[in-house]
């Protein structure tokens, strides 16, 4: 082992400095590999700054014995706790503290091995008197164990380095941040906004930016988008408007077409009552019998698609040229008083082809599409009977139209509740029992069951309507 010497005055800090710079300059250079041991001379401070000093160099790996001695070779400090104010006699610090001489380092300590007196630059030298000297500080080490102090300074590199490097890197990133990334930011929010129909809003942006031309040309665009939006504003607004005067137009001409159709079958319906020994309160009463049985159907499954707004309205008035075709029927028979022969009523039952063809004609100069084509099927079909028992076709079930459903009703209702040249009325109970029950002549199977049913639940308006209006000779 080789034995320094270090003398000098001591303060925790310089002491400290010093020996880390001391092994990792000097004493590891020359020493590398061997034991050695280092005394110290004390000529200052306390004994709590010794205490930790010698804690902060006991902390290295490499340090096998650290002592303190006072100036009579007892052990006041320790890494070894059982050595404490024993009396080790080191002979090494007997010299040092009889000689205190410093010697010069500049010879090679390897050579030499002899324990030397190390000088040391500075404040950190010692100019003590004997007297002065408090103890001595002996240290030893092995320097094979130096890596520890080396790694450290390596650490230490490695820590600056990364630090640096992480705030040149917090630095780059706050530049993208502001140049590109709060840019884009905006330009993005900007694109959502118009691409949910906002093109309102321009972006604010700072002409330095790295996007400037970008948002630029993207504010441009939104003007003109804008400029566009007001434009196709105004022309919307010039569209509804001619839209509206156009609508009241169709209205008006709807209206007007409506008021011909009905006046139109009206007429018929008149010229048909002329014939007729049926009076007219006939038909306005089959007619209103039909728009409740529609009204009422018109939501149920079966109807729903056909019994729309539009066709009850048709349907309805189309009810009134249910026996138009009686107008072709010989005044003989249509007028007769009394029960029909029957040839007569073979005869009679042709009315319903009358009635079809006549209407057909009038539409064919109007197209299929005619108001029409609602009262040619009433007027066929409104003597068929559910079951197929009916005229002139013998249709039975759904192959019968809906609308002649319907009239079938309203007529067999008002026919009972009517007198006539062969019988007399019933009254309205008697009717519903015959239509619900039969009397042989009419059945229930012959009407339609949703219809049936319906006649069933709204009868009591039935009566209302024929009690509203009354034959007029009545
Ligand atoms: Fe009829
Ligand atoms: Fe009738």
């Known amino acids: 082992m080789v034995n320094i010497f270090l003398t000098f005055s001591l ?31 004390l000529d200052k401070g306390d004994l709590n700054s010794i205490q930790r000093m010698v804690e902060k160099i006991g902390a290295y790996s490499f340090i096998k014995i650290i002592r303190v001695y006072d100036l009579h070779n007892k052990i006041i400090s320790s890494n070894d706790k059982g050595e ?26 390897k050579e030499k091995k002899l324990e030397v007196a190390v ?22 080490a092995n320097t094979s164990s130096f890596e520890g102090i080396l790694l450290k300074y390596q650490d230490l590199f490695i820590k600056k380095y990364i630090v640096s490097g992480t705030l040149l890197l917090l630095g780059i990133l706050l ?29 604010i942006h700072n002409s330095h930016e790295e996007f400037s031309y970008l948002i630029q040309n993207f504010n441009s665009m939104i003007k003109r988008i804008n400029a566009r939006d007001m434009e196709l504003k105004q022309v919307k607004s010039k569209l509804e408007e001619q839209n509206g005067v156009l609508e009241q137009k169709v209205d008006e001409r709807t209206k007007e ?80 008083k009394g029960k029909l022969t029957k040839d007569e009523f073979e005869e009679m039952k042709k009315h319903v082809i009358y009635g079809r063809d006549s209407i057909l004609k009038a539409e064919k100069t109007m197209g299929t599409n005619s108001f029409l084509r609602f009262a040619k099927e ?8 559910w079951d197929g028992s009916g005229y002139p076709e013998g249709l039975a079930g759904e192959k019968i139209p809906i609308c002649a459903r319907l009239m079938a009703m309203a007529d ?5 509740m009517s007198k006539r040249h062969y019988k007399e009325a019933f009254t309205h109970e008697e009717a519903v029992k015959i239509i619900t029950a039969g009397d042989g002549r009419t059945m229930p199977e012959h009407f339609d069951p949703c219809v049936l049913e319906s006649f069933k639940e709204l009868n009591h308006k039935f009566k209302e309507i024929f009690l509203r209006f009354p034959e007029r000779n009545s």
């Open 257 to 336: 077409l409506v008021q011909t159709q009905e006046v139109t079958i009206k007429s018929l319906a008149v010229l048909a009552e002329t014939r007729d020994n049926e009076t007219g309160m006939h038909v306005y009463r089959t007619k209103n019998y039909v728009r409740i049985l529609a009204e009422h159907l018109k939501d149920h499954p079966r109807f729903s698609s056909y019994l729309n707004e539009t066709n009850i309205e048709l349907i309805v008035n189309s009810a009134q040229l249910h026996d138009i075709g009686k107008v072709g029927i010989p005044d003989r028979i249509l007028r007769k």
């Open 175 to 203: 530049l993208l941040v502001y140049k590109i990334f709060l840019p884009i930011t905006k330009l993005s929010n900007a694109v959502n906004e118009v691409s949910d129909g906002d093109y309102k809003h321009e972006i």
């Open 84 to 109: 404490i104010n024993k009396k080790i006699k080191i002979e090494i610090v007997d010299k040092v503290i009889r000689e205190n001489r410093l010697q010069n380092i500049n010879s090679n300590l």
């Open 378 to 385: 009433i007027a066929y079909s409104h003597h068929e009977k």
């Open 119 to 140: 000088p040391i630059k500075g404040t950190a030298y010692s100019k003590a008197n004997k007297n002065d000297i408090m103890g001595v500080v002996f240290v030893q």
């Open 412 to 416: 067999v209702y008002d026919a009972l």
């Open 11 to 41: 303060t925790e800090n310089i002491f400290h400095n010093y020996f880390e710079k001391q092994v990792k300059d000097q004493v590891s250079s020359t020493l590398s590999g061997l034991d050695f041991g280092i005394s110290i001379l």
